[in-house]
């Protein structure tokens, strides 16, 4: 075969080609078959599948996070209920609008049963601070170093949360030579705001 036997071929008679014509004009036909199935088809075909696993990385990384939170999640409920029963003995803590007077009462109880001498009990004005008001009360009470600590102590100890706060201790003129001081100081006892219907 020759490169002049190329000019004459005929292509209305492919059946009488030489047979290495015939089979490079395969190969060419196959060729220019695939490559337009690849332009119009596979290669949008090959960006979706590209876009996919992108987002199968971003997909398995949320998947995982999940996974763990609902691995996890006996777990969180048990700690939220222990939350919850923790807020709720605190809010006990916390007295209602009735229970205030009586809590007074016993802060200068606590006062009075450590031998602490009252020369200012004042409550001050409620103020509000989210779901719970605050209650401050100016105190200045004279006696012994072990008397004040007794008497915080006994605050302490009382079933209502009540803080001190701003405790200034000075010494003042005591009887029959004990050392007396003077203690200022502010009580903070805290109170639950119910919820107002809206």
Same mark, same amino acid.
């Given at each position: 075969m020759k490169?002049? =036997?190329?000019?004459?071929? =005929?292509?209305?008679?492919?059946? +009488?080609?030489?047979?290495? %014509?015939?089979? %490079?004009? %395969?190969?060419?036909?196959?060729?220019? %078959?695939?490559?337009?199935?690849?332009?119009?088809d596979t290669q949008h075909m090959i960006a979706e599948l590209k876009k996919? $696993?992108?987002?199968? +990385? $971003?997909?398995?990384?949320?998947? $995982?996070?999940k996974w763990k939170k609902v691995a996890n999640l006996d777990a969180f409920r048990a700690q939220l209920d222990e939350m919850n029963k923790s807020f709720g003995a605190m809010l006990r803590q916390l007295p209602d609008k009735t229970e205030v007077a009586d809590l007074l009462v016993d802060i200068s109880q606590t006062g009075l049963a450590n031998g602490l001498e009252f020369q200012l009990f004042k409550p001050g004005g409620e103020a509000r601070r989210g779901f719970y008001a605050e209650l401050p009360i100016q105190l200045q009470v004279s006696?012994?170093?072990?008397?004040?600590?007794a008497f915080v102590s006994g605050i302490a100890a009382l079933p209502r949360i009540v803080t001190i706060h701003d405790v200034t201790i000075k010494p003042s003129g005591g009887k029959s030579g004990e050392k007396m001081l003077s203690m200022s100081a502010v009580a903070k006892t805290y109170r639950y705001l119910e919820e107002t219907p809206q």
């Open positions: 490169l002049s =036997d190329l000019n004459n071929l =005929d292509f209305n008679n492919v059946g +009488g080609w030489p047979l290495p %014509i015939k089979l %490079i004009a %395969i190969l060419l036909l196959v060729s220019a %078959i695939g490559g337009a199935g690849y332009y119009f996919t $696993e992108a987002r199968e +990385g $971003e997909l398995r990384q949320t998947f $995982e996070q006696g012994t170093y072990h008397q004040f600590g």
